[in-house]
């Protein structure tokens, strides 16, 4: 069983276009994580949900939305896509804010 | 300053050799540090964790933490070409509020 599974794994759109990924975790973990790595591979955190409220915001433009129906679940909408925010999106999960996280796939996101 | 400061590489190794990779850190109340291993278009995968200054051992791999110098270090033993792969270390305060901070990552080819 994949443990956080992120969809979908490539997305190529052009700019302008709003789109979401969707993260789920089985994990039982109350804190849900979106990381963005560019191409010089640097992971950085986006946001962080404890339990569906949001305890991490960093600065990201607000084209970025997270949204967390339940602590199992935390997607992420982009608005009015630019060149810049291609990138591979990485949900996490961890059992308490700070501790080992857990990765999903990653999401290759291509705009152009 | 950055808070983690890791060195990109590429680092290539013959098989067989060891392989040291090191980050440094600026912030003091990092307490939890991780090393995560990271293959071509694929998520992080946990590597080794250590709590506080010490060592930590697992198979080939050697976690040493040295929180006086804010260094730590990875050590492969009797590397193998599977091993090829990036390494990230990431590092935590774990306090409410806080998520894992990650160094750029080490790029490491091992060569048959």
């Known amino acids: 069983d994949t443990a956080v599974s992120q969809t979908p794994k490539y997305l190529v759109t052009q700019m302008g276009n709003d789109k979401s990924i969707k993260c789920e975790q089985n994990l039982g973990h109350d804190t849900m994580y979106w990381y963005k790595q560019d191409s010089k591979k640097f992971l950085k955190i986006m946001f962080s949900?404890?339990?569906?409220?949001?305890?991490i915001n960093e600065t990201v433009p607000n084209r970025f939305s997270p949204k967390s129906p339940d602590k199992a679940h935390l997607n992420l909408h982009i608005n009015s896509l630019e060149l810049g925010d291609s990138a591979v999106y990485f949900c996490?999960?961890?059992?308490?804010?700070?501790?080992?996280?857990?990765f999903g796939e990653g999401s290759w996101l291509t705009v152009v | 300053q950055k808070e983690v400061e890791q060195d990109p590489g590429p680092l290539s190794v013959p098989e067989g050799a060891i392989v040291s990779l090191n980050c440094t850190y600026s912030n003091s109340a990092f307490q939890y540090f991780m090393w995560y291993r990271q293959y071509s278009r694929k998520g992080p995968e946990l590597l080794m964790y250590t709590y506080s200054s010490g060592n930590k051992e697992d198979g080939r791999f050697t976690a040493q933490v040295d929180k006086s110098s804010k260094y730590i270090s990875l050590f492969i033993r009797d590397s193998q070409p599977s091993d090829s792969a990036t390494y990230l270390c990431?590092?935590?305060?774990?306090?409410?509020?806080?998520?894992?901070?990650f160094g750029k990552g080490t790029t490491l080819s091992v060569s048959s």
């Open positions: 949900y404890n339990n569906k409220e949001l305890i």
């Open positions: 990431a590092m935590s305060a774990r306090q409410a509020g806080t998520a894992l901070i």
């Open positions: 996490a999960s961890s059992r308490v804010s700070g501790n080992t996280i857990y």
